[in-house]
Nanobody, 118 residues
């Protein structure tokens, strides 16, 4: 089992920045990719950015150039640096880990609220 614990959400004005953290623990050896998703009220959960074990990244067009994903393997932590925040970025943000083919499912964090005021 893998446990993902998020932190760093909060309230920020438009144009401001936040950094989200996701600390992973447990049987993390099987993870093939990690990422961040978000879900706004009444909307489907959507991919924000993913990073593979090889370091390749895939950003949603809506956040490209503003958000950056990074990893600290020594701390088993993945980060999401969010700059130039917009009100439409308001959502619950979830950390995600792909368990790989032997696990066959993803792991999810508990979610952290990000609210951007205009």
């Amino acid at each position: 089992q893998v446990q993902l614990v998020e932190s760093g959400g909060g309230l920020v004005q438009a144009g401001g920045s936040l950094r989200l953290s996701c600390a992973a623990s447990g049987s993390i050896f099987s993870i093939t990719a990690m990422g961040w998703y978000r879900q706004a009220p009444g909307k489907q959960r959507e991919l924000v950015v993913a990073i593979t074990s090889g370091g390749s990244t895939n950003y949603a067009d809506s956040v490209k150039g503003r958000f950056t994903i990074s990893r600290d393997n020594a701390k088993n932590t993945v980060y999401l640096q969010m700059n130039s925040l917009k009100p439409e970025d308001t959502a619950v943000y979830y950390c995600n880990a792909d368990g790989g083919p032997l696990v066959g499912h993803d792991y999810w964090g508990q979610g952290t609220q990000v609210t951007v005021s205009s």
